[in-house]
């Protein structure tokens, strides 16, 4: 299972852009890499998943290099309710059958 | 859609005595994985159970034991509760069809005293 590596908290201003990287530098060929967000004393909530290159959906962009051993995920113009943990997960093909979430990324936006 | 559902939101227990947390899966969803989240540290992995089975399990002594029924709804037991016990207990859903995207209840707050 590919052990992942994030920044324990950012800050950051709303309106700006934010990217969070992880890496994940034993990445099996057949894992996907998938980021989720979680508020207080709430379950965490599915925001991306990609395989390689560049994934966008209505909520954020997750960037992918060629070698796949780190991923980025970026928020747009962030926003106070963008303020959570993310965590980002390198999963076997399988499914997420044993894996552990880590502690993530705590991001606090700031007025 | 209704989402993951589980029960009861907050439990208070003492030492030694035994927990019942429940969860009902989205419509559809056969997987149903439990999770351990104590103050300040992330998601532990407790449990999987698909189709009826236990199909996997974390790094948890067996007190902490489970089951999935037929309508694939599960209960996470804990027997003999410590006071490391004590954390945000986490239900999560996915459908066969889809290996990656778990779908997390709102979890239950238990505490130990």
């Known amino acids: 299972l590919a052990k992942t590596t994030q920044p324990i908290s950012m800050d950051s201003y709303e309106g700006q852009e934010v990217n969070i990287t992880c890496s994940h530098n034993n990445i099996a060929t057949n894992d996907y890499i998938t980021w989720y967000q979680q508020f207080p004393s709430q379950g965490p909530r599915f925001i991306i998943q990609g395989y390689k290159t560049k994934v966008t959906n209505e909520v954020a962009s997750l960037f992918i290099p060629a070698d796949r051993k780190s991923s980025t995920l970026s928020l747009p113009r962030v926003s106070l309710s963008d303020t959570a943990v993310y965590y980002c997960?390198?999963?076997?093909?399988?499914?997420?059958?044993?894996?552990?979430f880590g502690i993530g990324t705590k991001l606090q936006v700031i007025p | 859609e209704a989402g993951v559902t589980q029960s009861p939101t907050h439990l208070i227990k003492t030492r030694g005595q035994q927990a019942t947390l429940r969860c009902s899966p989205i419509s559809g969803h056969t997987s149903v994985y439990w999770y351990q989240q104590a103050l300040g540290l992330g998601l532990q992995f407790l449990l999987w159970?698909?189709?009826?089975?236990?199909?996997n399990r974390g790094n948890f002594p067996p007190r902490f034991s489970g089951r999935q029924f037929p309508n694939y709804s599960s209960e996470l037991n804990v027997n003999a509760l410590e006071l490391e016990d004590s954390a945000l207990y986490l239900c999560a859903s996915r459908p066969s069809t889809d290996p990656y995207e778990q779908y997390f209840g709102p979890g239950t707050r238990l505490t130990v005293t």
């Open positions: 159970y698909d189709e009826g089975e236990e199909r």
């Open positions: 997960l390198v999963g076997l093909s399988g499914g997420y059958q044993k894996v552990t």
